[in-house]
């Protein structure tokens, strides 16, 4: 990739992406055939400086934040030819166990039941950047980092961006991976519809005194949900939500008064928590944009919609997203339509919209059923639980949407 230079005379770019972060950067490793093959030109704008040499020894740290990522996902990035190094950190997940404080019913999903050997993995966020900006790295496309997007204005075939580095953009089509809250899509008058969930996910890094087999522990509590997510040796990736305000407590307490209140709420099933990290905390809401396309311009990963974490399916919504608007800008230029045209735009939208619209009704169904401490929806949810277990196909629906091939 080469790096960022003022230009006085703005450069003319087929695709530009504001925001190099997990979507911007997928995006532009699935560009890589069209750029060989087509020709096309790519930019790639991001604001923060990648944090160390790419190349520099992998430091595993305690505190790393990791994510969920489905067995589709997984596909997707093997796809993209990053999958063999994206595996060196991956922990697979082999079983998901769903209970509910103060009730019997226990759901277990067993990726061997399903014929695979892990229902998906957890990556450290940090990992899959590295990788995916490794590949950016042997690409023939600009790269501007750290450099901010500061202006963009509409104009006849597509956006011209400018740079807080004293470059100019024009693009065909933009593609909007900023996570949502640059301001950019609101200049362009994209309102961002928000319901917030009056909760905050506390999330943090938890060591254990036995090895946890793979399992991903959901467990739905009267305060809120706690998952548990598999990481390489005997750590896991704690997600804890909190009604708002009450995460504070749970901020400020020493390790041990966290470790032993955890281990209280959650119990014994995963073994005995012995360590835990730096604790980071994140107001909880259902974000959606009004737009997510308009000539020129897609709206993508968080910028798009940003959901509550109890299913972990934003980046895996995501990155369909990025394969879906791929093989519609290759199938445009097929008919001989440019990435940002009406035409390229209106056929992505129509290959993203049901899963979008499936994947946030599931996330947010998921929040209201488990996430409230009402009495009517307690006894809905023990025998939720307790009927998941009985009834076939709702169990695979879970599993299938879990492992990301449900759409
Ligand atoms: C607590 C928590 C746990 C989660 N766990 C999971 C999980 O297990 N599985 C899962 O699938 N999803 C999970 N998610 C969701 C997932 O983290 C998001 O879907 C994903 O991070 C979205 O990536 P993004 O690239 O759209 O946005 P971001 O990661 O926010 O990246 C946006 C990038 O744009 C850059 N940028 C911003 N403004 C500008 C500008 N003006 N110019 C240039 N660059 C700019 C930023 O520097 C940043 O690098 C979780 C989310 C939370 C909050």
Partial sequence: MSESSSA??????????????????????????????????????????????????WQ????????????????????????SSMAERASPIRCIHVSEQGRLGVTRLRAEEFGNEAMGYVIPNAWVGRVLHRRLAELPLGWHCPAR??????????????????????????????????????????????????????????????PHEGIAYERFTSAGPIALLPMTGQRMALIWTFAAGREREALSRSDADFLAHLQATFGD??????????????????????????????????????LHPVAGQGFNLALRGVMDLVAAIEAGLVRGDAPGDAATLNDFEARRSGDRDNVIRFSDGLVRVFGFDDPLLSRARAA??????????????????AMGVER
């Fill in 60 to 83: 595993p740290s305690f505190d790393a934040r990791a994510s969920a990522i489905s067995r589709g996902t997984a596909h997707h990035f093997d796809r993209l030819g990053v999958w």
């Fill in 149 to 210: 997007v500061e202006g963009i204005h509409p104009l006849a075939g597509g956006h011209r961006l400018v740079l807080s580095d004293g470059a100019c953009l024009e693009a065909g089509l933009t593609v909007m991976a900023d996570g949502g809250r640059s301001g950019l899509k609101e200049r362009l008058g994209i309102e961002s519809r928000e319901c917030p969930y009056e909760q905050v996910a506390v999330v943090t890094t938890v060591g254990l005194d036995r």
């Fill in 384 to 401: 939720g639980l307790v009927g998941l277990n009985l009834l076939g196909p709702l169990r695979r629906t879970l599993a299938r949407r």
């Fill in 8 to 57: 006085e005379r703005p450069r003319r770019v087929d695709i530009a992406i504001i925001g190099g972060g997990l979507v911007g950067a997928s995006l532009g490793a699935a560009l890589a055939p069209l750029m060989r093959d087509r020709g096309l030109s790519v930019a790639v704008i991001e604001a923060a400086p990648l944090p160390d040499g790419l190349d520099a020894p």
């Fill in 269 to 306: 099933r995963a073994g005995r928590f012995r360590r835990v990290g730096e604790r980071h905390a994140y107001p909880l809401s259902l974000v959606t944009a009004s737009e997510t396309v308009r000539p020129g311009l897609a709206v993508m990963g968080n910028a798009a919609h940003a």
